[in-house]
């Protein structure tokens, strides 16, 4: 058996199985061995149909000579020492043409790019190869979170500010998660009997039952003052999927960006489209940790000058939510909270 196919063996057992391990070799270098082996791998998405195709990965240098573009191509699931120079009218990638342009033109200079022969400077050149690297792992990541998120709508990462690459030690999650100490209930304990619960909001409805207003107008829009409580509809309400009263646990409903800000805050979040004020964008999830786990957590997050605590303190201040390692897409929201007016 060769070595590629042992490896593929060995990562059908570990993704059947739900586990993660450390691979022999690199995700590159798996490709690379399965391209050259004629083998096929649908979790590295190479079948029969494309595992001989040429796609380009990203650009890493450029020259100009009479007019005519060329540029120096990584290809996908090749080794760097396979990288090749190919014409301009050869390549039938127009986004990553468009964004090495950019690129280019913000280091040095649009007059530089507009003449009829260059090559570019060595530190140009450097520059584009960390750029193609980095755009590569953040494509990986947003592939990642978006086979990791829990509803149909899309997650884009962008970095067009410095050369940072995904997060290293932030892990996705959907839900919450409990840390030691913590039994999360997950069954509710009562539901109610409506027919229609926007018609019977303030006589049968969950809110009601709880002494409080209804939480939703008939569109889906809060309705509360900041400080109350929502009581949502559950399983054992008789109402169906369509109740108004069901908006948090639909979960994201809009196409949102993670991008790198440009006034050193880091990622932050914005949305893709129009908002319209008292929507429900999504919930902030993270570890549920204890209050005196919190506080120990704390003074460590304090030391490095960022924190993602948010305690669970409406009835009693008992417990906190950490988003730190573990959270959706409001992980990125606390640098971005200001930045941009949503009407």
Not at 24 to 36: F, G, K, N, P, Y
Not at 153 to 174: S, T
Not at 216 to 224: A, D, E, F, Q, W
Not at 259 to 270: A, I, K, P, Y
Request: a neutral charge.
């Amino acid at each position: 058996m060769s070595r590629a196919l042992r490896v593929i063996e060995q990562q059908k057992v570990v993704v059947s199985a739900g586990l993660c391990v450390p691979c022999l070799v690199s995700h590159d270098h798996l490709i690379q061995l399965c391209r050259q082996q004629g083998l096929t791998c649908l979790v590295l998405g190479i079948t029969r149909y494309n595992r001989q195709e040429f796609e380009v990965e990203y650009l890493c240098d450029f020259y100009r000579l009479r007019g005519k573009e060329f540029y120096y191509v990584k290809w996908k699931g090749w080794p760097e020492s396979e990288n090749t120079w190919v014409a301009k009218r050869n390549l039938h990638c127009s986004k990553l043409l468009r964004i090495f342009h950019n690129d280019l033109i913000r280091i040095i200079g649009k007059e530089f790019m507009q003449s009829p022969t260059c090559t570019l400077p060595s530190a140009a050149t450097n520059f584009m190869l960390c750029r193609g690297k980095q755009l590569d792992d953040l494509a990986r990541w947003e592939e990642e979170i978006n086979k990791l998120k829990n509803h149909q709508h899309r997650i884009v990462v962008e970095n067009n500010v410095d050369l940072e690459g995904p997060p290293k030690a932030f892990h996705y999650i959907n839900d919450y998660q409990a840390a030691e100490g913590v039994t999360l209930v997950e069954e509710p304990i009562i539901g109610c009997s409506c027919e229609d619960c926007y018609a019977e909001r303030e006589s049968n409805c969950c809110a009601n039952i709880a002494f409080m207003p209804f939480a939703y107008s008939k569109t889906r829009h809060v309705r509360l003052k900041p400080g109350q409580p929502i009581y949502e509809c559950n399983t054992l309400c008789h109402c169906g999927s369509n109740c108004p009263n069901r908006v948090v646990q639909k979960g994201i409903v809009y196409d949102l960006c993670v991008f790198r800000t440009d006034n050193g805050r880091g990622w932050g979040v914005r949305t893709l489209h129009r908002i319209l004020k008292n929507s429900f964008v999504m919930e902030y999830v993270g570890e549920i940790i204890t209050s005196d786990e919190a506080e120990r957590r704390g003074v460590f997050y304090d030391c490095l000058g960022t924190t993602y605590l948010f305690d669970l303190d409406f009835f009693k201040d008992e417990y906190t939510v950490d988003a730190t390692y573990y959270g959706n897409i409001s992980h990125f929201v606390n640098h971005s909270v200001g930045l941009l007016p949503l009407g």
